[in-house]
């Protein structure tokens, strides 16, 4: 499939943005999970440490490929998993961190610390053109 060089610089974008807060964005993996087992206080902070830990490592190599396939997976799983996480959290009539589990794929945007897209742009092309 042949992408026309507006949907490329789009699509480029798009992983940038969402490789810039890696742990954010697909903290709706697990986050709801980890809600039924864990007090929710020990998930936040979980979720702010990984992303504050992402700051340091995130411009170091970043693959577009990777970011492709993260974009996937969180696709395909983060509401299969918000709801899996919601029944859990019902089934031990925990029904706002229920709601707060359902609605994580929507709220995970909150645990970002920015980041310089521009530069993992360039980086996702620098690494993609030297493994032609």
Do not use: D
Request: aromatic share 16%; charged share 15%.
């Amino acid at each position: 499939m042949e992408l026309t060089n507006e949907e490329f610089n789009r699509f480029l974008h798009l992983r940038a943005l969402e490789w810039a807060n890696l742990p954010a964005f697909i903290s709706s993996l697990y986050a709801p999970i980890l809600l039924i087992y864990l007090p929710w206080f020990v998930v936040l902070i979980i979720q702010v440490l990984l992303g504050l830990g992402w700051c340091i490592m995130r411009y170091k190599n970043p693959r577009l490929q990777n970011a492709t396939r993260y974009a996937i997976w969180v696709g395909k799983g983060q509401w299969p998993i918000a709801v899996a996480g919601f029944i859990g959290l019902v089934i031990r009539h925990k029904f706002i961190l229920a709601f707060v589990a359902l609605g994580w794929p929507l709220l995970s945007g909150v645990f970002t610390f920015g980041g310089r897209t521009g530069i993992i742009e360039q980086k996702f092309l620098e690494n993609e053109t030297s493994a032609i």
